[in-house]
């Protein structure tokens, strides 16, 4: 009797929302094309796709005709078309409305595409938590696809992954495959012949096994040195379908859902929280991610069984690895709550759909991807809740919450919220009392997205690499296929070890620096300035707080500080004044720099030419170049793409140190520089006999609508 085996592959394509236009493009020419005619030309492999609402939305408005086509694939029971989130979110993330709006929006859209609702369910990032069953079977899901790394914690060998399991929470069953590790490492980089030959030796008589592999499409062409593999002169696809073609007495590929129509579950399965492997190691501090990377590849490379055993950090603690991601995340949730209190009709239904896009998951953490990084990600998911929250609270019966001790952040410790017509602001007061939200409503620009410079696992990787201790890109596997992208060393540009500077506290505005005589303009920029006092990081005191102003103080060695932060102006021409008071309550002289530090982002990174800082009516410059300005009183920035213009007035002349925020990062594409926002340091000496005070204020005003030279702003 002839040995037989099936062959389940899922394919997971995705773009993220705020991507670029251009490497949507690029990627559909690479990998979801080519992949597309490569089924058209082999009619006899059968897969499941997946395509997120990003990635489904920009091909109805770009490449229809490739729906088209995919549609006719799905028609004639070739391709099977996978569900899940919409907008590709961690469903972990959300609350659980969310997760099923989510659910149900993708099979919505997909039946009005395709004609048919989805069985089966993509997790992004395959981010797993046990209660998701109750989510993803009330949304009308039966099936999901998890990694290998998910079925080793739950003491499942490699050995018992050859079918799926079921699993179940608050009487809600769901099926589980498992991607076979065998074919994930040799799918698509080991030789053909080695695929097909370990998929003959897993065959059975009885032929009840099924191989499961889910994994990016991206894989085939889209990442790193991929396309001439999969593509070109190695044509490794082509090879692989004919030889799935040729194999058919034996071979036969399966979607998941034909596959359980008759087939029974291996058995039952409770499976812990978690992701990959590698998502463990990335969601870990910096120094524990490279001693966990280090004790699972010496487990490894001697064969011991622990390795199986070794996890890293569950994917929730990128909320405490980066203070961004929390913020961002809090921020949805609160969006999440205003839109779910509105009343019924097309103002909730555009909220909603703000929000749901502002939960797309590639900038709420950080690994291989850019993630939390990319500039241009993190700032659209937030104008999308920013839209979403403005929706919601002009609502009838909104709830504002202006001028009130409210938890944020949810760390246990209460904020500063101030919510005008024109923005909403955030102050942090265990950390400086910075403000660490600055949303502008009317053109949904979040000015505060800036990103922190810290330390990293891989810096240690760049700066080998850049030593000149090895390559750090590993020989091609067998038959001249890519290494990994995960092994894979590369550099946009040289000299990136040298830019690998960090930051000791929090990038916020209205920070108050209290500086040595002497500091320099090159110490700010590098974050290396050591101040006299922690006011910059430290606990403020709320001496009052109002509808639109709140007053803080903050007392250290001899230095008494006031710092009023007050909101004003209307929706399109928004104010902000941040008033500092300084007195002497010591026995000593003090001499020191007083300054006020302002960290704004307006997505000016790589010399965009809409980004600009002005002085006067002549000095023009760019938000990701360097500055020192003696002597100024206003000084403006803008840029025309976001509509929107921001213009200091100082109340007495100082100078302006002007440094961008710049951090090395890692993508799937090499290190690079990477711009995240632009710091400002007003600052000013000052003398103080004991007893002796001072003041200094800054305003800014805000212009919604600009596209040219900024004239003047409001202010308060």
């Known amino acids: 009797m002839t040995r037989r085996i099936s062959l389940a592959l899922t394919l997971h394509n995705h773009q993220p929302v705020g991507n670029f236009g251009w490497v949507i493009a690029e990627t559909y020419e690479r990998a979801y094309l080519p992949m597309l005619e490569a089924l058209e030309r082999h009619p006899g492999v059968q897969l ?40 590709e ?61 998910h079925f080793r914690a739950a003491a499942i060998p490699e050995a018992a992954l050859w079918g799926p399991y079921t699993t179940d929470d608050q009487g809600k069953v769901l099926t589980v495959f498992g991607t076979e590790q065998g074919l994930r490492y040799r799918i698509p980089f080991s030789d053909v012949e080695d695929v097909i030959g370990y998929l003959r030796d897993h065959a059975t008589e009885g032929g009840e096994r099924v191989g499961t592999m889910g994994d990016d499409g991206e894989k085939f062409g889209g990442w790193p040195t991929t396309y001439e593999h999969c593509w070109g002169e190695a044509a490794w696809v082509e090879r692989f379908f004919s030889a799935i073609e040729a194999s058919r007495d034996w071979l036969a590929t399966v979607t998941p859902t034909s596959w359980l129509e008759g087939h029974g579950p291996v058995g039952r399965v409770y499976l812990p929280t ?54 961002l995340h809090k921020q949805m949730l609160r969006a999440s709550d205003l839109v779910d209190a509105m009343p019924p009709g097309v103002a909730r239904e555009r909220a909603l759909d703000h929000l749901l896009a502002g939960q ?27 839209a979403a929250e403005d929706l919601a609270l002009g609502s009838p019966g909104a709830s504002v919450d202006s001028g009130r001790l409210v938890d944020l952040d949810l760390d246990g410790r209460a904020e500063v919220l101030l919510v ?37 696992a891989y810096h240690a990787k760049l700066r080998a690499h850049e030593a000149g201790a090895g390559d750090g890109n590993p020989a091609a596997a067998g038959g001249g296929a890519p290494a990994s992208i995960h092994d894979i060393v590369t550099t946009k540009q040289t000299g990136l070890s040298e830019r690998l500077v960090y ?8 920070l108050v620096r209290l500086l040595p005589v002497g500091t320099t303009s090159d110490a700010f920029a590098a974050g290396s300035a050591r101040d006299l006092i922690r006011a910059f990081d430290g606990a403020w005191t709320v001496r009052s707080i109002e509808p639109s102003r709140v007053v803080a103080a903050y ?58 800082y002005e002085v006067g009516a002549d000095e023009r410059f760019a938000h990701d170049e360097r500055r020192d300005l003696p002597a100024v009183t206003t000084l403006s920035a803008a840029n025309d ?60 005003g805000v212009i919604v609508g600009t596209t040219g030279p900024v004239a003047a702003a409001p202010r308060t």
């Open 48 to 87: 499941a796709l997946h395509y997120t609402g990003p990635l489904i939305e920009w091909l109805r408005a770009e490449r229809p005709d490739f729906l088209d086509r995919l549609g006719r694939l799905v028609e004639r029971g070739q391709v099977e078309i996978v569900g899940g989130g919409w907008y």
């Open 89 to 149: 979110p961690v469903l972990a993330a959300l609350p659980e409305r969310d997760r099923v709006g989510q659910l149900v929006r993708m099979a919505d859209e997909l039946e009005r595409q395709f004609g048919r609702r989805p069985s089966g369910a993509w997790l992004a990032e395959r981010v797993w938590e046990p209660d998701l069953p109750t989510s993803l079977v009330t949304a009308g899901y039966r099936w999901t696809v998890l990694d290998d790394a």
């Open 274 to 327: 978690g992701s990959y492997a590698e998502m463990g190691e990335w969601a870990l501090p910096a120094d524990e991610s490279r001693a966990f990377a280090e004790a699972v590849h010496e487990a490894q490379a001697a064969g011991r069984p622990e390795a199986r055993w070794l996890r890293g950090a569950i994917w929730r603690n990128f909320q405490v690895k980066y203070r961004e991601v929390n913020d």
């Open 360 to 386: 797309s998951n590639d900038c709420y953490w950080h690994g291989l991807f850019g993630g939390i990084y990319l500039p241009d990600l993190r700032v659209a998911a937030l104008r999308h809740l920013i």
């Open 420 to 456: 005008g017509d024109g923005q909403i602001v955030g102050v942090k007061l265990d950390e400086g009392a910075g403000i660490g939200r600055w949303d502008i409503r009317e053109a949904a620009v979040p000015l505060a997205a800036v990103m922190r410079r810290r330390p990293e």
């Open 503 to 510: 930051d000791s506290y929090e990038r916020r505005s209205g």
């Open 555 to 612: 007392e250290e060695a001899g230095v008494a500080l006031t710092k009023s932060i007050e909101v004003g102006g209307d929706r399109g021409t928004p104010t902000l004044d941040v008033d500092v008071h300084v007195q002497n309550s010591g026995e000593e002289r003090l001499d020191a720099l007083l300054g006020i530090e302002f960290a704004v982002m307006l997505l000016g990174g790589g010399h965009n030419p809409s980004a600009r």
């Open 641 to 700: 793409q976001l509509g929107v213009a921001i213009v200091a007035h100082l109340d007495r002349p100082a100078d302006a140190w002007i440094a961008p925020i710049e951090t090395v990062s890692n993508s799937e594409a090499g290190f690079e520089l990477v711009y995240q926002g632009s710091a400002v340091l007003f600052v000013q000496p000052i003398g103080l006999d004991p007893g002796e005070s001072t003041s200094f204020s800054v305003g800014h």
